[in-house]
């Protein structure tokens, strides 16, 4: 009987060849993204070289990790047992400069953090100054928080400042920092005061909802929030940042509800608007630290109480200026973590 290209791994593989991990690397992204093109994009490279990467390790193995006869392609036994192990090593090799560094004295990490824009707009130049001294290089990234999620995920960020917590994922530590409750906001010509839910839907159906990007932490949670005390208003306005939602609301588009935070970003505009605090409204939410578990440990507990610091001493003081008591929904978290 023939013998296939993959009968022998001897025959193909020394034993004292090396494997290069780079390729497996690959080859993981590949197993759990079920696609080259999609592995390709999530690592920045073409779908040939990707291809090519692959067939390479299955020279360097000697036998077949993918069946390709398959569409979608499936993993082999020895694609499965690769997968299943390279994970592990993959991982292992991501925390390796990290445990070096955190065992090297007075050694300072390159760092990349993510930032959720409204804290990155109210606090985040204070933070950075704060953390700059602490290590050697700092990338700074802002954005919406689900992003800033995915991309600590994927590792291309250390440390993130946002509101997903991102309780699914076990490889990730999370400090809760604070938390704040929302309210509403409405033009300044509407007089009436909303102290009720009842208030609340007789807003919504004599004006439009000026909403948060519903694919952001904050608008997904307020949409839960608005069908859970049935309120569903048609969905013609939707901005991205608060800072524009707000400068709709002043200029009489229509009503909002945000967080202290959100309005603080949005200060040019927010002393034009109305705001209200139903007692009734009970939706909270909370701003977490997030980094890889068992990795620069010292910097994440450095960046904690940095920021809450800050909180006290620059975010409640600005709120106070204001003069709408918003301040009272702000809650601190001091040394509470949540994993």
Not at 22 to 49: C, D, I, K
Not at 76 to 96: D, F, H, S, W
Request: charged share 25%; with cysteine.
């Amino acid at each position: 009987m023939k013998r296939g290209r993959y009968s022998t791994v001897k025959k193909t593989m020394s034993a004292n060849k090396s494997i290069d991990m780079y390729a497996v690397q690959v080859f993981v992204t590949v197993a759990e993204e079920g696609s080259m093109t999609a592995a390709a994009s999530r690592l920045g490279l073409t779908p040939s070289a990707v291809s090519q990467t692959i067939r390479q390790l299955e020279d360097d193995f000697g036998v077949m990790l993918v069946n390709r006869t398959r569409r979608p392609f499936v993993l082999t036994p020895y694609g499965i047992a690769l997968k299943n192990r390279g994970e592990v090593l993959t991982q292992e090799i991501a925390n390796l400069k990290a445990q070096v560094l955190e065992a090297g004295k007075g050694i300072k990490p390159d760092l990349r953090i993510g930032l959720v824009d409204s804290f990155a707009i109210t606090c985040g130049s204070v933070f950075t100054k704060r953390l700059l001294s602490s290590s050697s290089q700092l990338l700074i990234r802002t954005g919406l928080s689900p992003q800033q999620g995915e991309a600590l995920i994927r590792r291309e960020l250390d440390l993130i400042v946002t509101s997903d917590p991102l309780m699914d994922s076990d490889s990730v530590v999370r400090y809760r920092l604070f938390s704040e409750g929302y309210f509403i906001i409405t033009p300044p010509d509407y007089r009436k005061r909303i102290r009720t839910i009842e208030d609340l839907r007789e807003l919504s159906a004599t004006m439009p909802l000026v909403r948060f990007n519903r694919n952001s932490q904050i608008g997904m949670q307020i949409e839960r929030y608005l069908r859970r005390i049935d309120i569903r208003v048609p969905n013609q306005l939707e901005f991205d940042n608060a800072d524009t939602l707000t400068a709709m609301v002043a200029a009489g588009l229509g009503w909002a509800v945000t967080t202290p935070i959100s309005f603080l970003q949005s200060e040019a505009c927010s002393r034009q608007v109305l705001t209200h605090m139903p007692e009734q409204l009970n939706m909270k939410r909370s701003l977490y630290i997030l980094a890889h578990r068992d990795e620069y440990s010292a910097f994440v507990q450095e960046a904690c109480d940095v920021t809450r610091e800050i909180i006290e001493t620059v975010f409640i003081p600005k709120l106070e200026s204001l003069h709408r008591g918003i301040e009272k929904l702000v809650s601190i978290n001091a040394d509470e973590t949540s994993e």
